[in-house]
């Protein structure tokens, strides 16, 4: 008996000709959407990328040339947002792609509000999360064996930064192909994304402090004359004040030269020709 009315709930008017996205379809978007920042554009940032990984969605779920021409300039609209958080706004966007395609009175601009709301958060965590921590977390255990000649340093690199993004694209594609909007809406009206863009721009800082003491090398070898006593290193005195006071001077200088416009090529430059010079002249 059971069995029979799951039979006819399977053929109710509400269920029956409704368009599904296949699997096949669908791990065809998100193979596409795993190199969609290659084409990166500064009209329209990352949209080039995005409508070319919709494809797949918008041939099934479209029958009629006009509906998929529709679909295809909807995303050709403005798009940026970190890549290693993209899959949860793909994932969101074909459940949304798919409800347009079943509900006559379904409005397609709020796939586009949706992609504007999630993109500017997402950002925010991807790139606090991969490029001010995990980036950075990865440079400090690799690099000590990659200055050794280590092969093994820049695969442990590659891997430490890459593993946890697939894993993050592959669970956010799926998990909110699945669930919708729900989770990401619940989270971003919670607060929950601005706590968690704030605890990864902590940890961002404390690993960029943590670098700077380690691997930054700067010192002076000047030294001060003392009457009746030995020189003494302008160094002791820079480390009483501060431990690694001139490393942090520098990297302070290269940042505030970052933020007035200077080229990073020609602060390479920079530095290699003022370490030539204060070498040369017994500076450090």
Same mark, same amino acid.
């Given at each position: 008996?059971?069995?029979?009315?799951?039979?006819?709930?399977?053929?109710?008017?509400?269920?029956?000709g409704? @368009?599904s996205?296949?699997? @096949?379809?669908?791990?065809?978007?998100?193979?596409?959407s795993?190199?969609?920042?290659?084409? *990166?554009?500064?009209?329209?940032?990352?949209?080039?990328? &995005? /409508?070319?990984?919709?494809?797949?969605?918008?041939?099934?779920l *479209?029958?009629?040339?006009?509906?998929?021409?529709?679909?295809?300039?909807?995303?050709?609209?403005?798009f940026?947002?970190?890549?290693?958080? #993209?899959?949860?706004?793909?994932?969101?966007? /074909?459940?949304?792609?798919?409800?347009?395609a079943?509900?006559?009175?379904?409005?397609?601009?709020?796939?586009?509000?949706?992609?504007?709301?999630?993109?500017?958060?997402?950002?925010?965590i991807?790139?606090?999360?991969?490029?001010?921590?995990?980036?950075?977390?990865?440079?400090?255990?690799?690099?000590?064996? /990659?200055?050794?000649?280590?092969?093994?340093?820049?695969?442990?690199?590659?891997?430490?930064?890459?593993?946890?993004?697939?894993?993050?694209?592959?669970?956010?594609?799926? +998990?909110?192909?699945?669930?919708?909007?729900?989770?990401? #809406?619940?989270?971003?009206?919670?607060?929950?994304?601005?706590?968690?863009?704030?605890? /990864?721009?902590?940890? +961002?800082?404390?690993?960029?402090? %943590?670098?700077?003491?380690?691997?930054?090398?700067?010192?002076?070898?000047?030294?001060?004359?003392?009457?009746?006593?030995?020189p003494?290193?302008?160094q002791? *005195?820079f480390?009483?004040?501060?431990? @690694?006071?001139?490393?942090l001077?520098?990297?302070?200088?290269?940042y505030?030269?970052?933020?007035? %416009?200077?080229k990073?090529?020609p602060?390479? &430059?920079?530095?290699?020709? !003022? +370490?030539?010079?204060? !070498?040369?002249? +017994?500076?450090?």
């Amino acid at each position: 008996m059971t069995s029979n009315n799951q039979q006819v709930q399977e053929m109710t008017p509400n269920n029956a000709g409704r @368009k599904s996205l296949s699997k @096949k379809t669908l791990s065809k978007v998100f193979r596409r959407s795993i190199g969609y920042n290659a084409t *990166y554009n500064y009209p329209r940032q990352q949209n080039c990328g &995005f /409508c070319f990984s919709m494809i797949p969605a918008i041939k099934e779920l *479209y029958e009629k040339k006009e509906d998929q021409i529709a679909a295809l300039k909807r995303h050709l609209n403005f798009f940026l947002t970190a890549a290693y958080l #993209s899959g949860f706004i793909f994932g969101t966007t /074909c459940a949304l792609e798919e409800e347009n395609a079943n509900t006559p009175d379904f409005q397609p601009e709020t796939i586009d509000t949706m992609k504007l709301s999630l993109m500017g958060p997402l950002a925010g965590i991807g790139d606090s999360l991969w490029m001010g921590t995990l980036r950075i977390i990865a440079t400090g255990i690799t690099a000590a064996m /990659c200055l050794q000649g280590n092969v093994l340093g820049p695969i442990l690199f590659f891997l430490i930064l890459n593993v946890p993004n697939l894993l993050c694209r592959y669970f956010g594609f799926w +998990g909110t192909y699945k669930t919708g909007t729900k989770i990401l #809406s619940d989270a971003e009206s919670s607060g929950l994304l601005k706590k968690i863009t704030y605890v /990864c721009s902590i940890m +961002g800082l404390m690993v960029v402090g %943590g670098m700077i003491a380690s691997n930054v090398n700067f010192s002076t070898i000047i030294q001060i004359a003392i009457e009746g006593s030995d020189p003494v290193m302008l160094q002791t *005195y820079f480390d009483t004040i501060l431990p @690694k006071l001139l490393p942090l001077g520098l990297t302070g200088l290269m940042y505030w030269l970052l933020n007035k %416009g200077v080229k990073v090529l020609p602060l390479l &430059f920079g530095i290699l020709a !003022a +370490g030539l010079g204060l !070498a040369t002249f +017994g500076i450090i």
